[in-house]
């Protein structure tokens, strides 16, 4: 069975103008749709075509034989998680339990977005800036290339600072993409369900 591209929470276009369409064009109709192309090509005819993703990502996880197999598997989970973690007219605050660790662990949500955006901005070439649960601890981790957090630690939302995920619109100014993000992109509901299951 093959793996398939899933499709987009929201149309193309809905998150204008923070990320234009042709950005997620390109973003989703391009990268994503690679990384689900090539790990079908590389698993096919082996056991690993029939595992669910997350199976084979933690098979081929730390198997230098498997290499190209993790990492198009992790895009594909890292990207599917990403467009998860927007939503149109989005941003703004999270409420209820998620708002209140936020505000236990980082001193409020200014200083946590603060500290994401610098971790995020900081995070030298390719990768991903992650809210993390780790143990009822909320952090902030960032992954280079096709990393994610892995197990028990629980991914709650993440940005993808590839610059394939904003250089049509911002450039090479990362910093104002991921201000953006926080500002008018964050699905902090998607972020609730995450820190609640």
């Known amino acids: 069975m093959a793996f398939e591209l ?3 929470p929201w149309a193309e276009d809905a998150l204008e103008p923070v990320t234009s369409a042709r950005t997620i064009s390109f973003h989703y109709g391009k990268h994503h749709r690679a990384y689900v192309d090539n790990l079908n090509k590389l698993v096919a005819g082996t056991d690993l075509e029939t595992r669910s993703l997350e199976q084979v990502i933690g098979v081929a996880a730390g198997d230098a034989g498997k290499v190209g197999i993790f990492n198009n598997a992790a895009q594909v989970w890292n990207h599917s998680f990403f467009w998860q973690s927007m939503k149109p007219s989005g941003g703004g605050a999270p409420s209820g ?6 505000d236990a662990t980082f001193g409020g949500l200014p200083a946590f977005v603060e500290q994401f955006k610098a ?4 995070r030298f070439g ?3 800036a992650w809210l993390v649960d780790d143990g009822g601890t909320l952090k902030i981790h960032t992954t280079a290339n096709a990393e994610m957090p892995a197990p028990p630690v629980k991914p709650l ?7 394939h995920a904003y250089y049509l619109d911002f450039q090479n100014r ?5 201000q953006a993000f926080w500002d008018s992109l964050a699905n902090w509901d998607f972020a609730a369900r995450n820190f609640g299951a």
């Open 6 to 8: 899933p499709p987009l």
């Open 97 to 102: 339990a998620l708002a209140a660790k936020i």
């Open 119 to 122: 971790a995020a901005v900081g």
């Open 126 to 128: 390719s990768g991903w």
């Open 157 to 163: 939302l993440t940005c993808d600072v590839w610059e």
């Open 174 to 178: 990362r910093p104002d993409f991921v």
